[in-house]
């Protein structure tokens, strides 16, 4: 029986997806995080739960044979302005869906109220997944569904956090060639309560339904990216500085507890391509560098290598050397630190209302508040000037 249900636990529902008897569910903890929960009244003992964990068990199949770093975008402008970083993600999910394969990735669910994995069959379906949300995603059982389209012989690529390819390949057991993985590069997942709580708020300041939502949005540029969403008849933006979830976010104060020591930043990434921002392209790929947004594409595997040579016509790319890339990117082979913040930040996130938790997290010292408005009245100042001429 599972028994990491502890802070080692990443959440990717392996061991649910495996239990022959149906006996895990995966239950919301006063973090707002899905951990197991066994029902040992149907379970066995068998312990399958166990060797599919990814987190006790390290290493399946074909990985790191191969090291590969290029910086990359999508030559299409409106893909690549609606992607986080160059828009990779939806030209390798375009291979697999032209040869009739199915592409699962994490969609907004529920009313944009959570994020889950689904499958996606057409193209135009596509934009279900595109994008970064940052809220932890529920795989459900999307291992059980994706192990049948393998053994059907039908192409699947999957796409995820790191931990979660890990929980896939290590539910799967066992390779199969018509699998492609393509994981992110991860800062970590907040719990999908503490976004419930700051639309609850939005709701009440704005009545409306929501329309679409986006953490990226780049009407100021990739790096000085915005949230947006918009309802009805209203839009609200806000640049990632001042938006308080993405800087509750950024500041690492509601990751998941596993994402502090992250299992596969340790033991090694098992998908066959790495996707992240490229930060620092205009030192490392000047010639690629713009503020529409630059993907860095790792290639772990020979499979990986393939599909990335598939989409050569769509894009704009150049080889980089792997150190010198993710030298500006920490997230790829570090897990952030663990602030002292963090040890009461949940139990604020359920006592108080949304306007006392940023007041008590989000409160700056004057200085810092002038630099970051002189800041941002530069950036408006330039975004207008970019639009005039
Ligand atoms: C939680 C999170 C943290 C990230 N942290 C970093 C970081 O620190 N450094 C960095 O360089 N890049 C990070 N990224 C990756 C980056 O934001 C882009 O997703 C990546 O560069 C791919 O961009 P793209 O333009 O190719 O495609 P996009 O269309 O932007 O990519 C979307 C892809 O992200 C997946 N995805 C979106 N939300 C989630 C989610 N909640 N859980 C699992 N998968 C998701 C989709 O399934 C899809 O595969 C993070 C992404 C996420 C989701």
Not at 217 to 241: A, Q, S, T, V
Not at 279 to 301: F, K, N, P
Not at 306 to 316: D, N
Not at 335 to 358: G, H, Y
């Amino acid at each position: 029986m599972i028994e990491i249900v502890g802070k080692k636990c990443c959440g990717c529902g392996a061991c649910k997806n495996i239990c022959p008897k149906k006996s895990i569910n995966f239950v919301v903890n006063t973090e707002g995080f899905l951990y197991p929960e066994i029902n040992y009244n149907c379970c066995t003992r068998c312990n399958l739960c166990e060797k599919v964990c990814p987190i006790l068990n390290h290493s399946y199949g074909e990985i790191n044979l191969i090291e590969e770093a290029w910086g990359a975008k999508a030559i299409e402008y409106q893909l690549r302005y609606e992607s986080s970083s160059g828009g990779i993600f939806s030209l390798l999910s375009e291979q697999i869906l032209t040869r009739d394969g199915v592409v699962y990735g994490a969609a907004f669910t529920n009313k944009f109220r959570s994020i889950g994995h689904v499958a996606v069959t057409e193209s135009k379906e596509l934009y279900k997944l595109r994008g970064s949300k940052y809220i932890q995603s529920d795989t459900g059982i999307c291992f059980s569904e994706i192990k049948n389209h393998l053994e059907n012989r039908q192409k699947v690529l999957f796409t995820g956090t790191p931990c979660q390819v890990a929980g896939l390949k290590s539910f799967l057991r066992k390779d199969y060639e018509n699998l492609f993985c393509v994981d992110v590069i991860c800062h970590g997942t907040p719990p999908a309560a503490l976004w419930q709580k700051y639309l609850d708020y939005i709701e009440k300041k704005h009545v409306g339904k929501i329309v679409s939502v986006n953490f990226r949005h780049k009407e100021k540029g990739w790096k000085e990216f915005g949230f947006d969403l918009e309802k009805e008849k209203i839009r609200y933006y806000r640049n990632m500085r001042d938006d308080p979830y993405i800087r509750m976010f950024l500041k690492n104060y509601c990751l998941r507890e596993s994402c502090y020591q992250c299992e596969i930043k340790n033991s090694g990434y098992q998908s066959d391509i790495t996707i992240g921002d490229f930060w620092g392209v205009e030192t490392v790929a000047r010639e690629i560098a713009d503020d529409l947004g630059v993907s860095l594409v790792i290639i772990h595997t020979n499979k990986g290598k393939s599909l990335f040579e598939k989409i050569q016509p769509f894009i704009k790319s150049v080889s980089v050397d792997t150190t010198q890339a993710v030298s500006h990117n920490s997230a790829y082979f570090k897990s952030v630190t663990r602030p002292n913040e963090r040890n009461c930040f949940f139990d604020d996130m359920n006592m108080l209302t949304w306007e006392q938790l940023t007041k008590k997290y989000l409160t700056e010292k004057i200085k810092v508040r002038i630099k970051r408005q002189i800041k941002r009245f530069v950036l408006n100042l330039k975004s207008t000037k970019g639009k005039e001429n």
